[in-house]
T-cell receptor
Framework: AQSVAQPEDQVNVAEGNPLTVKCTYS??????LFWYVQYPNRGLQFLLK??????LVKGSYGFEAEFNKSQTSFHLKKPSALVSDSALYFC???????????FGTGTRLLVSP | DGGITQSPKYLFRKEGQNVTLSCEQN?????MYWYRQDPGQGLRLIYY???????QKGDIAEGYSVSREKKESFPLTVTSAQKNPTAFYLC??????????FGPGTRLLVL
């Protein structure tokens, strides 16, 4: 069965500092991995994905994530946080053998001025 | 949210009533999904459809029904059998590169 874990309910960071939002996964095959962001009372917006290729993936708004197969992780990172990055972030995984995308429980990012 | 619309934004259901949530997309995507979002639980899959006139149950299909008569439309009905329907409902469509695009959501409340 496929699963994904986001171990932190909330991450706090000061504006201008680097941020990391953690994600680990479990699948039987090679994973498809995604990060989405959600602002209050809105739908999810796609940030980036890893399907194949380079382990370092660059996405929207300066975010990036690194696929680490040995640690089964796909942490989201940004070199310099903005107050406007404050939102709810979801990691998701799909095993190519299944049609379903499995989401983590979300991590709330709070960037203070 | 571009390309996918959901209506209404807020919906109120009386006990014993069936209500239908609309989801329309103009992205020409074959696959569409319905999720339920509750605080602290992430998104849970209700139903999905890979192609017109075909759909499959997700993880929490009980008390819900769907139809897929047109490629652009994937309405979700919350039936009276769903005893705890209060939640934020999200519809998504999927492109050929596996990316899901989400609508703005419908918040369902029980009177």
């Amino acid at each position: 069965a496929q699963s994904v874990a986001q171990p932190e309910d909330q991450v706090n960071v000061a504006e201008g500092n680097p941020l990391t939002v953690k994600c680990t996964y479990s699948v039987s095959g090679n994973p498809y991995l995604f990060w989405y962001v959600q602002y209050p009372n809105r739908g999810l917006q796609f940030l980036l994905k890893y399907i194949t290729g380079d382990n370092l993936v660059k996405g929207s708004y300066g975010f990036e994530a690194e696929f680490n197969k040995s640690q089964t992780s796909f942490h989201l990172k940004k070199p310099s946080a903005l107050v406007s990055d404050s939102a709810l972030y979801f990691c998701a995984v799909r095993d190519p053998g299944f049609q379903k995308l499995v989401f983590g429980t979300g991590t709330r990012l709070l960037v203070s001025p | 949210d571009g390309g996918i619309t959901q209506s209404p934004k807020y919906l109120f259901r009386k006990e014993g009533q069936n209500v239908t949530l609309s989801c329309e997309q103009n992205l020409n995507h074959d696959a569409m999904y319905w999720y339920r979002q509750d605080p602290g639980q992430g998104l849970r899959l209700i139903y999905y459809s890979q192609i017109v006139n075909d759909f499959q149950k997700g993880d929490i299909a009980e008390g819900y029904s769907v139809s897929r008569e047109k490629k652009e439309s994937f309405p979700l009905t919350v039936t009276s059998a769903q005893k705890n329907p209060t939640a934020f409902y999200l519809c998504a469509s999927v492109d050929s590169q596996e990316t899901q695009y989400f609508g703005p959501g419908t918040r369902l409340l029980v009177l």
